[in-house]
């Protein structure tokens, strides 16, 4: 269970930084497609963040307590903190190496969570899973 408590707080600290980074874009894109890209952030930042509260309960209900700080965040995530105002084209490649990273630590603690019986709780990170396959989807055919 320890170390399903630890790998649940990596994937909760990095959803979060990742739903940051979605809102951080939706904010500073800029170019000719202006309109299409901060309404595709915005779609992606909106859904992610809408599963926060749901992902921080499920931690709790495992019996140990949910991270909530950026210092915490920061030493916990797995998603690389953006600080530049990159191109469009570069936000768009980024996040989707984000969601793909995202899909593939939901489909590892997907397993544990598994192992030890947990089945609601690898109901939602399959439905985690499943939500970044679909913003992966939307980013490379955005790329294309
Ligand atoms: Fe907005």
Known sequence: ????????????????????????????VEGP???????????IYEEVYGSIDKFA???RATGTYTPGSFTRFSIL????????????ESMLIELLEDSDRMQEMFRIVFRAAEELGQHGLSDFLASRQDAHAKHSWMLRSTLK
């Not at 995530?77 to 469009?88: F, H, R, V, Y």
């Open 1 to 28: 269970m320890e170390s399903l408590h630890k790998a649940l707080k990596i994937a909760f600290a990095s959803e979060y930084a990742f739903y940051l980074k979605a809102h951080y874009f939706h904010w500073n």
């Open 33 to 43: 497609n202006f309109p299409q890209y901060h309404e595709l952030f915005a779609n």
């Open 77 to 88: 995530s797995q998603i690389d903190d953006e600080t530049q105002l990159l191109p469009a």
């Open 57 to 59: 309960e499920e931690i």
